[in-house]
């Protein structure tokens, strides 16, 4: 009974709490270095939120957000430390989760993560792909392994995943017997953007067909309803825009 009133003191209970704050003090945490690589190319930059994880064999880290990610830079390097209770484990893979920081989503093009170990090992993540949503995105360990050799649970999930999504945006499609097949798809944008064409070329395809339609419109060939026949006339009117390949 004394001693549980001991502990009902005030100032017993502040004297045991402070006690135990140089033993939490001294509990070493296990750092990774960790390096984001952006890509150099036109708009990878983002000012959205990122969050990584870190998944090992034994344990993974918890969800680390990526300071200063609303400054990133086209081609930016940015290196940062997640810190770990302990060891966990060899690297298998990472988790990316973009959050939007503005209502509009910023998409974010990332090379690759580059993660170093306290055992001073590194992990090379691949991403090369643009990151368009809000969902938690998956990247494997760059170490090129067959099937039979990918014998860990992590390693087989991600290629499940990954056959997956590729069965889902790479579909063939029959238009019409005798025709060669096309890609499945209601709409090119909703390809996903590693096959579609970049902003800079899309603009470029809509120049051209501004200028082509007011350049037909000026020689009264959008409305002309005359048949032709010559080949000679035909390129007459188009040999103001050539190509290496035509």
């Not at 509990?27 to 870190?54: A, G, N």
């Not at 014998?151 to 990954?162: F, I, V, W, Y």
């Not at 060939?221 to 080949?231: P, S, V």
Request: aromatic residues 12%.
């Amino acid at each position: 009974m004394m001693s549980a009133s001991l502990y009902r003191t005030p100032g017993m209970y502040t004297a045991l709490m402070e006690s135990r704050i140089p033993l939490l003090s001294r509990v070493k945490m296990v750092e990774y270095s960790v390096t984001v690589y952006t890509s150099d190319r036109q708009f990878s930059d983002t000012s959205d939120y990122i969050y990584l994880t870190l998944v090992g064999t034994d344990d993974e880290s918890e969800q680390t957000q990526i300071p200063n990610s609303v400054l990133y830079g086209v081609g930016s390097e940015l290196t940062f430390t997640v810190s770990c209770a302990s060891s966990i484990g060899e690297l298998e893979l990472i988790k990316l989760d973009k959050q939007n920081f503005l209502m509009n989503e910023d998409s974010w093009f990332p090379d690759k993560v580059v993660v170093k170990s306290p055992e001073d090992e590194t992990f090379t993540f691949p991403v090369y792909r643009w990151i368009t949503d809000t969902k938690e995105q998956y990247f494997k360990e760059g170490t090129a392994l067959t099937v039979q050799e990918d014998t860990k649970a992590c390693g087989k999930s991600a290629r499940e995943r990954d056959l997956k999504e590729r069965e889902k945006n790479y579909c063939w499609y029959s238009y019409k017997e005798g025709i060669p097949h096309c890609i499945k798809a209601d709409d090119p944008c909703k390809l996903p953007p590693e096959v579609t064409f970049s902003y800079t070329k899309k603009m470029g395809f809509s120049f051209t067909a501004i200028t082509g339609w007011l350049s037909s419109k000026f020689k009264g060939l959008i409305d002309c309803e005359r048949k032709w026949t010559r080949i000679d006339d035909i390129t007459h009117v188009f040999n103001s825009r050539k190509t290496d390949i035509a």
